[in-house]
């Protein structure tokens, strides 16, 4: 069987994700000059933390369609 | 159009299943983040915010990036059979597991050094390899399931409405992914 490839919501939702990934690594980035540069970075960190995990849950973990039925 | 009681049936399960299987996996994955809070947390408890000077941050910062990298690597996979691109899945899947076993190789390296420079016997190493151990652990059998659902997307499973096993092991995946971004600077940069 063959199944007919949605091309337009495969390249705007591919388009979504690797938005999101490099918003990541632009974090990661910063976090990781920051951890080089501040003494004692803790604080400094926590929201760059809290950032990435939100992007992880929200956009790659679909963490708002837990309840949802289907695909 | 009306369907027939049978027909009706399938298609009221069809949809559940998914929800179901969603809550089940979060619940495991809450259960896994009690895990990793309580080897994280050990690592403050016992040791504060001190951390060597013999931390290899630049190795760390390069394996985060490849991580990242699988992530959306892994979310492509998913994005791709979701849409019917069988082709997406199979190669996105692939790369997935590719910078999955270079993560692994990077911790093993970094398994080396650490033993060397700060090893179990000491607070900060027995909380060090604990926690990149388990983490590696968890890397790793996340691996042997992309593998699996690999395999069955070559011999033709999964399509845009039934792909479940890829949704399960895709989001396992990003939990690996999430519990890195904490332990990243957990260990290495705090």
């Known amino acids: ?71 | 159009m009306a369907l027939s009681a049978g027909a009706a049936h399938e298609r009221a399960e069809a949809l559940s299943r998914p929800r179901a299987n969603r809550l089940g996996l979060w619940l495991f994955f809450a259960s896994e983040t009690f895990l990793f809070a309580a080897f994280i947390s050990a690592r403050f408890v016992s040791s504060g915010t001190y951390k060597p000077e013999e931390l290899n941050q630049p190795l760390a910062l390069f394996l985060t990036v490849v991580l990242l990298g699988s992530s959306i690597s892994a979310y492509l996979a998913e994005t791709s059979i979701a849409h019917g691109n069988r082709q997406g899945l199979i190669r996105y899947l692939s790369i997935t597991i590719l910078l999955g076993l270079a993560f692994l190789v990077g911790v093993g390296f970094e398994f080396k050094e650490a033993i060397e420079y700060f090893p179990p016997e000491t607070i900060y190493g027995s909380n060090f390899l604990a926690l990149i151990g388990l983490h590696g652990f968890h890397v790793f059998t996340g691996v042997v399931a992309l593998a699996v659902v690999l395999r069955l997307g070559t011999k033709g499973h999964f399509e845009p409405d039934d792909y479940w096993g890829v949704e399960g092991v895709v989001k396992y995946w990003h939990f690996v992914d999430l519990a890195w971004v904490v332990i990243f600077p957990t260990l290495y940069l705090f």
Not at chain 1, 15 to 35: C, K, M, N, P, S
Not at chain 1, 45 to 54: E, R, S
């Open chain 1, 1 to 71: 069987m063959t199944t007919k490839v949605d091309v337009q919501g495969l390249r705007a939702k591919s388009r979504l994700g690797i938005r999101v990934a490099v918003w990541l690594g632009i974090l990661t980035v910063i976090e990781y000059f920051i951890a080089v540069e501040v003494t004692n970075p803790l604080v400094w960190l926590l929201p760059f933390v809290a950032a990435k995990g939100w992007l992880i849950m929200r956009y790659f973990m679909h963490v708002d369609a837990l309840f949802e039925g289907g695909h």
